[in-house]
C-alpha cells in the first residue's frame, strides 16, 4: 500500500486514513468532514493529493502528440496556460479526464491516481510515429490543493509573486515557503484556488508552512469526504463514477471539452457521430422528493422500470437537500421530470434539476 510523504502528519493529526486507489489517504480530520466543507466554501481547505500523476510530455512533437489523444484544442493554450480535457478511446469512451499544463519548453499531464499506470502505458503506445518522450514524474513531484476564497490571501503570504495577476486556469513558477513551486490557479471544489507542484522532499515543509499562515484564515486540512463532497456539488465528474471506459463525454455533459472542429483525434469520429445523433442516456441531476440518501450505484426507476443508475449521492452540505447525479435514457433528461430511486428495496420519488448544484466561482 503507497503512502504520501505526509502520512505521519495525517495520522499525528487525528486523521481516519482510508484505502483509496492503492493509497493510504486521510478521508477526514477529527473536526470532520461537513465541516472541512464549509471551511472551503467559506475560507479554505488543504489537501494532501499527492496520489495523482504527473506525466511530461517534451520533445519537437510534443504538441502534435497531445492533439492526437486529448479532446481539448491543445494549440491554443499559450505559455502557463492550464486547462482540463480528456482522453478517449476510438470508440469514444473515456481514458481519463486530465489537466494540461503548458510550460515554457513542453507540458506536464496530471491524470488520475487509479489510472496512473494505465494512462502512461497508453500514451507510451500512442507516441508511436511521433518525436516525443512522455515521462512519469510523479514520485518527484508533490501535489497539494488550496482551495477556498481565502485561498489567494493564505498563499500570498508565502510568495513574492502577486498572485492577483495569475488569472483562472493559469499557471506560474515562483518561490512558496522557499519552495520552487509551480502554481496553478486551478481545482476542483467549485471554489477559487490553487494547486501546487514541488519538489517532493519539500512535502513537510510545504504542509507546514501552509497550515500555519491560515491559522487566522480559518484554513483547515481536509480529507477524501470533503473533496467527493465539494466537487459532487459543483457536478464536476469522478473517474470511476460518472465517466469511465464505458460511458463518452457526450453523454457525461462534458461535450464542451471535445473539440471535433479542431481536426483529427482519437474517439473524434465516434464523437461527433454522438453528438449528430444525440447520446441515447445523459447525465442528470436528481433532487430527492422523497426521503432518502441516494448512493452510487442505486437503480433509477422510470415509469417503474429500471432504466438508469446513480453515479455519485448524499446530501450536500451546501444546500441542505439530499441530490443525485445519475445517468438516465435522453428522453426522460428534461429538467421536472420525475423518476424514482431504489434506496434499500423501496422506490423514493425524485425529479430531474438542473446542474450543477452549486454553481463555480469562476462562472459566476
Known amino acids: 500500500m503507497n503512502k504520501t510523504r ?6 499525528a493529526a487525528g486523521a481516519r486514513m482510508v484505502t483509496f486507489a492503492g493509497w493510504l489517504l486521510p478521508v477526514q480530520y477529527p473536526t470532520g468532514p461537513i465541516a472541512e466543507h464549509h471551511a472551503v466554501r467559506t475560507a479554505a481547505g488543504l489537501f494532501d493529493i499527492d496520489h495523482m500523476g504527473q506525466f511530461v ?10 492533439q492526437h489523444i486529448m479532446t481539448w484544442d491543445v494549440s ?10 480528456l482522453m478517449c478511446y476510438h470508440d469514444g469512451t473515456v481514458v481519463d479526464d486530465v489537466f494540461i499544463y503548458r510550460r515554457d519548453n513542453d507540458y ?25 518522450q512522455v515521462t512519469d514524474v510523479s514520485d518527484e513531484t508533490y501535489m497539494l490543493a488550496l482551495q477556498g476564497p481565502k485561498a489567494q490571501t493564505i498563499l500570498q503570504k508565502l510568495t513574492d509573486l502577486d498572485l492577483s495577476q495569475l488569472p483562472r486556469f493559469t499557471a506560474k513558477t515562483g518561490v512558496v515557503a522557499g519552495i520552487m513551486t509551480l502554481i496553478g490557479r486551478t ?12 519538489a517532493a522532499d519539500q512535502a513537510e ?19 477524501l469526504a470533503a473533496r467527493d463532497s465539494l466537487r459532487f456539488e459543483a457536478c464536476f465528474p469522478l473517474y470511476g463514477h460518472e465517466i469511465h471506459a464505458g460511458i463518452d463525454p ?12 479542431k481536426g483529427p483525434f482519437i474517439g473524434r469520429d465516434a ?94
Open 6 to 11: 505526509l502520512y505521519d502528519k495525517h495520522v
Open 57 to 66: 510530455i517534451h520533445g519537437p512533437d510534443a504538441l502534435p502528440f497531445l
Open 76 to 85: 491554443t493554450l499559450q505559455p502557463d496556460d492550464a486547462h482540463y480535457s
Open 108 to 132: 506536464m499531464v496530471v491524470v488520475n491516481a487509479a489510472n496512473r499506470k494505465k494512462d502512461l502505458r497508453w500514451m507510451v503506445q500512442q507516441a508511436r510515429g511521433f518525436n516525443v
Open 187 to 198: 481545482g476542483y471544489t467549485g471554489e477559487d484556488g490553487f494547486e501546487l507542484y514541488f
Open 205 to 223: 515543509r510545504m504542509w507546514d508552512a501552509l497550515l500555519d499562515a491560515g491559522k487566522e484564515e480559518g484554513l483547515l486540512p481536509c480529507g
Open 250 to 261: 457526450i453523454s457525461a455533459r462534458l461535450g464542451y471539452f471535445v473539440r471535433t472542429e
Open 271 to 364: 464523437l461527433l457521430k454522438i453528438r449528430l445523433e444525440g447520446p441515447s442516456q445523459k447525465l442528470v441531476g436528481l433532487e430527492m422528493l422523497d426521503k432518502g440518501v441516494p448512493r452510487h450505484g442505486y437503480t433509477v426507476l422510470i415509469d417503474g422500470k429500471p432504466r438508469g443508475h446513480v453515479t455519485t449521492g448524499m446530501k450536500s452540505p451546501t444546500l441542505n437537500k439530499f441530490l443525485a447525479l445519475a445517468y438516465i435514457p435522453a428522453e426522460h433528461s428534461q429538467i421536472g421530470t420525475e423518476v424514482e430511486v431504489v434506496i434499500h428495496d423501496t422506490p423514493k420519488k425524485a425529479v430531474v434539476v438542473k446542474t450543477p448544484f452549486y454553481v463555480p466561482v469562476y462562472r459566476r
